[in-house]
């Protein structure tokens, strides 16, 4: 929408978080509460938009939030209105409309932002307060709104200042706003402070009805869009409400959950059709599930690229690419950099770290496999070592296509196993394999050599050990 500033308020301490780091950097489904926000903003297109923050939590919240946003810092904690007027010293006298959104309330949607916004500007609003009507229980920590005897809002009781109500139900404002530039210049050098010192942005709906000016509002329906973030219990209940949607929104995009109570998925995580998601499972990061996997029960995976038809049982995955047909576990850990091509199988108890495993390879069960390079159809024997470290740097090992290495081999990289090659079960390989080759024993050697040797020994001792 062309001539729109958005503005986030990101500079809260978080007292009643207890809490060493910024409150709005506490996640719900893997994002940062004030992701959140600037996402919702980000839907009506804003010209700029300006995250308001505490000077010590500056580095922080930029550090999650990129330099995409303009950074406000308010230096001393006085109010929601203080913190408006210091980022409206920095909007350009070029912005018709402001759009202000509270950093620690996550379920304010994209679409509700927008919605508020074309409100604003088609009935030519000084300010449109978006608003839900709540239980009485649910609304104590919430600023109460007043409406007048046309209905219009007149003005927002912070809660404590407001009086006690028998009523079950309130209207309380849910902490997004749209103001008229112009005007809010002006307003905003009216607010007084209150008994705590601080300035009200609520007490602008009051300032534009004493004014003669218009103050409209958007009600959204009884859900999870007032839930606000200022305590653990509402961080709690913040993540329930959102695993809550995050779970429906898979279930109607095609994905199957067996329990999805049991289920935990990131705002990032994306799934194709047919999905199958199995109970006890997290599904975290920038993971993205295509068409006909099958995950858990019990697998943890984050930050990964699932291919068509992979299976994953009890298994934890963290970044790593696998290509269709892959199957994982159960019990199995594929650490970071780890790419699987076409119906590789990983069985149980081994672990791959940045590793490319090439198509239809084999490693069964209790195996590492770190820093290497294996080829198409190798098999790798159970209790199959690649000794990538030497104290100090990391080697890579290389295997060939249709290599066959033998139970409990020892790969001492750096090293290279050709095609076709094999190792004997026990192998110590310490030097490079030639395509075909075989080699046995502590330290391995070529079986040829070996046999040639065992038969000199035999001989001189009046028996053949070849």
């Known amino acids: ?148 005897a046309r209905g219009k809002p007149v003005a927002i009781i912070e809660a404590v200042g407001a009086k006690p109500s028998r009523a079950q139900t309130i209207e309380v404002s849910v902490g997004a706003y749209a103001f008229d530039a112009e005007w809010l210049r002006g307003a905003i050098t009216t607010l007084s402070p209150h008994d705590s010192g601080e300035l009200y942005v609520t007490d602008l709906v009051g300032i534009a009805v004493a004014g003669g000016r218009r103050a409209e509002v958007l009600t959204v329906p009884w859900g999870d869009e007032p839930i606000g973030v200022n305590t653990r219990g509402q961080l709690a209940q913040a993540e329930q409400a959102m695993q809550r949607r995050l779970r429906d929104d898979a279930m109607a995009s095609g994905v199957t959950l067996i329990d999805p109570a ?122 199959t070592v690649t000794c990538n470290y030497d104290g100090v740097s990391k080697h890579i090992t290389e295997i060939g296509d249709g290599a066959f290495i033998g139970s409990d081999s020892m790969l001492v990289a750096p090293l290279k196993i050709g095609a076709g090659a094999i190792t004997g079960a026990g192998a110590v390989v310490t030097r490079d394999v030639d395509p075909g080759g075989k080699v046995v024993g502590v330290p391995a050697k070529n079986l040829e050599s070996r046999r040639r040797l065992n038969t000199a020994v035999g001989s001189e001792g009046g028996r053949t050990l070849g």
């Open 1 to 148: 929408m062309d001539g729109w500033t958005a503005i986030v308020m990101a500079a809260g301490r978080g007292a009643r978080m207890r809490t060493s780091k910024p409150k709005v950097l506490h996640r719900v489904a893997g994002m940062p509460l004030v992701s959140y926000a600037t996402k919702a903003a980000s839907r009506i297109q804003p010209g700029s938009t300006m995250v308001v923050v505490a000077p010590e939590a500056r580095e922080a919240i930029a550090g999650d939030l990129g330099d995409d946003p303009e950074y406000v810092e308010q230096p001393e904690p006085l109010g929601t209105g203080h913190a408006l007027a210091m980022a409206l010293e920095r909007v350009p006298f070029s912005t018709r409309h402001i759009l202000l959104l509270n950093g620690d309330m996550p379920f304010v949607s994209g679409e509700t932002a927008l919605d508020l916004a074309t409100l604003h500007v088609k009935r030519h609003a000084a300010v449109s307060v978006l608003s839900a009507e709540l239980p009485a229980a649910a609304a104590r920590d919430l600023g109460r709104l007043q409406r007048g």
């Open 262 to 383: 049991t289920v935990y998925l990131d705002a990032t995580v994306s799934f194709e059709q047919d999905v199958i998601v199995l109970p006890n499972t997290s599904i975290r990061g920038a993971t993205h599930v295509a068409s006909g996997a099958s995950i858990g029960p019990n697998a943890q995976v984050t930050d990964s690229t699932i291919g068509p038809g992979v299976t994953i049982e009890s298994s934890v995955v963290r970044s790593a690419v696998f290509e269709s047909g892959v199957h994982i576990g159960p019990f199995s850990h594929i650490r970071e950099g780890t790419h699987l091509g076409p119906d590789v199988h990983i069985g149980s108890h081994a672990e791959i770290k940045a590793s490319h495993i090439g198509k239809g390879t084999h490693i069964g069960h209790f195996s590492y496999v770190g820093d290497a390079v294996i080829g198409e159809a190798v098999n790798i024997g159970a209790g």
